[in-house]
């Protein structure tokens, strides 16, 4: 004969035990896949992240490229202007670098420094304020602080004859 428990329907205790555990089951399911997708989602947003940052470090430096060898250009179309044409006067130095540099936002200077040897500098120095620097000499600072004397000693020295622009004040000073 059948045992009587086994026959016996089965009781609410038991279901609940059943039901709280597969509940069980089902929530640790449900909390580990939206772990997993939240940890998916923050690498992709990570990954997001760094390649907008490797963009924008990609056109920033491409920006930096193209200003320097605009820059470069400018540069050495003027040292080969002054090249061919030792004689420039002030003038045509500046209406050159004005229309050369114009729009090139990085270059705020250029300066023209020949290389005078010692025995030249006076015949220099007059050719200079013969062309309009009536003031010109050419000088360096003074050791000490407080001023700018002439220059003396060597063999050879390299003053700015022609600044752009005009204002600048380094004209004359032996660098």
Same mark, same amino acid.
């Given at each position: 004969m059948p045992?009587?428990?086994?026959?016996?329907?089965? %009781?609410?205790?038991?279901?609940? /035990?059943?039901?709280?555990?597969?509940?069980l089951g089902v929530l640790i399911l449900g909390s580990t896949? %939206?772990?997993?997708?939240?940890?998916?989602?923050?690498?992709t947003e990570a990954l997001l992240r760094q390649e907008s940052l490797t963009v924008i470090r990609r056109q920033v430096v491409d920006a930096f490229e193209e200003e320097m060898i605009r820059t470069i250009e400018a540069i050495r179309s003027a040292g080969?202007?002054?090249?061919?044409?030792?004689?420039?006067?002030?003038?045509?130095?500046?209406?050159y670098m004005?229309?050369?540099?114009?729009?090139?936002?990085? !270059?705020?200077?250029?300066? /023209?420094?020949?290389? !005078?040897?010692?025995?030249?500098?006076?015949?220099?120095?007059a050719a200079a304020r013969a062309s309009g620097f009536a003031q010109y000499r050419v000088v360096q600072? !003074?050791?000490?602080?407080?001023? /700018?004397e002439p220059v003396s000693g060597r063999q050879e020295y390299v003053p700015v004859l022609y600044a752009w622009p005009e204002s600048y004040r380094t004209v004359g000073l032996d660098m």
């Open positions: 045992d009587p428990e086994i026959l016996k329907p089965p %009781t609410a205790s038991r279901h609940t /035990w059943r039901d709280s555990l597969f509940l896949l %939206t772990l997993i997708a939240g940890s998916s989602l923050q690498q080969l202007m002054l090249e061919s044409n030792p004689q420039i006067t002030r003038e045509q130095f500046n209406g004005q229309k050369l540099l114009d729009g090139q936002l990085s !270059v705020t200077l250029i300066e /023209w420094q020949p290389i !005078v040897p010692a025995s030249q500098l006076q015949a220099f120095e600072p !003074v050791i000490n602080g407080g001023g /700018w």
